[in-house]
């Protein structure tokens, strides 16, 4: 695998999967850092999710000193004041004291899964994906506005109210950091939904779904798949889908849900996809267009610095999903232009043992592609 870009606080950042970008102010995590963006608020992202659009400025120094992972010992005591989770607890965890609000990546456009609200556990180690702390999502992939409440069991019997709130449409929240050990009680429980837009065609009733997810799931690694709504894999359960929601069809149809109990519908599983997903042709084939109009939204403000970086950033997240998901070939359309492209991508896919490449066939793409074939070990 390639080695990832490596970001700092002060650098200047662009979004990968969206339009905008901001200044990278704090690390979170290991892997995610707070990014302001340009009318002051801050949006905690994947490093994986950023290209680095100008080389760090003098401001990092004054960040990187106040960096709680550079100088934790003394910066527990600077920064937020430390939140005891509700179970036991681990040295060096690190809670979040509110939620958090995201938009959805870009390749959610493109993804096979119904438009719904979505509970996402998603792992911070994204190598090991059975150990370590998970972020607890409400993914809302559709145009509403969603107002919710989150509860779970709790060790002393009954419900806990962990989070409540509204999230915007294409967004997720991320409601907590969790350990392992809270499973047992955050993986069973009840989100209350209720669905809105400035116009509406119709009414829809409020939704109470269930979801009891057995502590055992999240012990097996093939349980944390890809999804074109996230920038990571994660364990992710589908509470409805917008089909699923039922309309008020008149002042009487309402009086009579509120007299009686509101229907509780039950989670299930998502489908997953990757991110090779959407540019799939065949089993174990895809053909991807890095045309830079074809993966960024906001192409034309770009700088041509800016418009390579995003290209090979992209090229980068394709083939390490293409060589997890097992593909053996993928063909990438860099196009004809001066050659710049086309010769980042060879220098690229050097650092790759497991593949060799060639122009693709001419009849096909002419001169402006390349063919990249996968080997995979027998296992």
Known sequence: MCPAMTIKPGD??????????????????????????????????????????????????????????????????????????????????????????????????STINPEGIYLAFEPHDQNLFIIGYLDLCIVNFSSYDVLYTFSHKSPKGGYVGRDYGSIPPYSKVIIDIIQREELEYVANGIIQLLFTKDIMPSLWF??????????????????????????????????????????????????????DAPMIITSKAAESESFITPHKVAHGEAIVDLHIEAIAEDYKTLLPDQILDIQLAYFTRCMETAILDKYFKVTFIHGVGNGVLKNALREKLKDYSNVYFQPAPFARFGMGAIEVMIMHTRE
Do not use: C, M, W
């Open 206 to 259: 409020p939704v109470t779904g269930s979801f009891r997810i057995k502590p055992v799931r999240f012990t097996k690694e093939d349980n944390y798949k890809s999804y074109g709504f996230l920038q990571r894999r994660a364990f992710v359960h589908l509470i409805t889908d917008l089909k699923g929601l039922k309309p008020v069809g008149s002042l009487e149809e309402l009086q009579k849900y509120e007299e």
């Open 12 to 109: 200047k950042v662009r979004f990968l999967s969206s339009s905008g970008g901001g200044i990278v102010t704090r690390v979170i995590r290991p892997g995610i850092v707070a990014v302001e963006i340009e009318d002051g608020f801050e949006i905690p992202t994947a490093i994986n999710d950023l290209v680095k659009i100008e080389e760090t400025s003098p401001a990092a120094r004054f960040f990187a000193d106040n960096d709680p992972f550079l100088s934790q010992k003394d910066n527990e005591s600077k920064t937020e004041p430390a939140v005891s989770p509700p179970f036991k607890s681990e040295q060096n965890a690190s809670p979040l004291n509110e939620s958090y609000i995201e938009k959805l990546p870009a390749s959610r456009k």
